[in-house]
């Protein structure tokens, strides 16, 4: 099934909502909130990484190489998912902004555009936090194996 594009949603999304603006606005509002709420979680995520990393990272790195270079590696992808998360959320654009005059079909596009800019920015910032935490979590192991040996 292929996506609609964005004209296509905001009729749509006019015509389920007829006659019922306030509805559709708050609609919208709240995909937006989602979106929020994701970006909290994944900032939250990155930061208990980040202090964790504070606390272990010195183990990490007698470890050795390997362990050191997976934490580096970790840590980076961690902090690029921060910046691109920051980047996508901290426009702050108050739904009311995007009302254009008494259209409102065009008052939805701009809303559905907006949404889809930032869902795209936390999805690459999503990848990042991944290959964060899985390069965070390959360290772990690697200095796991490694205890004792160094």
């Known amino acids: ?18 006659g019922r603006r306030p509805e ?24 208990l990484t980040i202090t964790v990393t504070g606390f272990s990272g010195h183990h990490m790195v007698r470890a050795g190489q390997v362990s050191t270079a997976f934490m580096v590696t970790g840590v980076v992808g961690v902090l690029l998912a921060i910046v691109v998360t920051l980047r996508a959320m901290l426009r ?25 800019l930032q869902q795209r920015g936390l999805q690459i910032a999503g ?7 899985a390069g965070y979590l390959i360290s772990v192991v690697a200095a796991a194996f490694s205890n004792g040996t160094t």
């Open 127 to 133: 990848a990042f936090l991944a290959i964060g935490l």
């Open 24 to 47: 559709l606005l708050g609609f919208l509002s709240s995909q937006l909130s989602v979106l929020k709420t994701q970006a909290s979680m994944m900032m939250g995520l990155a930061g």
């Open 92 to 116: 702050v654009r108050w739904l009311s902004q995007d009302l254009v005059g008494r259209d409102l079909l065009e008052t939805v596009r701009v809303t559905i555009l907006r949404r889809d």
């Open 1 to 18: 099934m292929s996506e609609p594009n964005k004209a296509d949603e905001a009729e749509r999304l006019i015509e389920v909502f007829e």
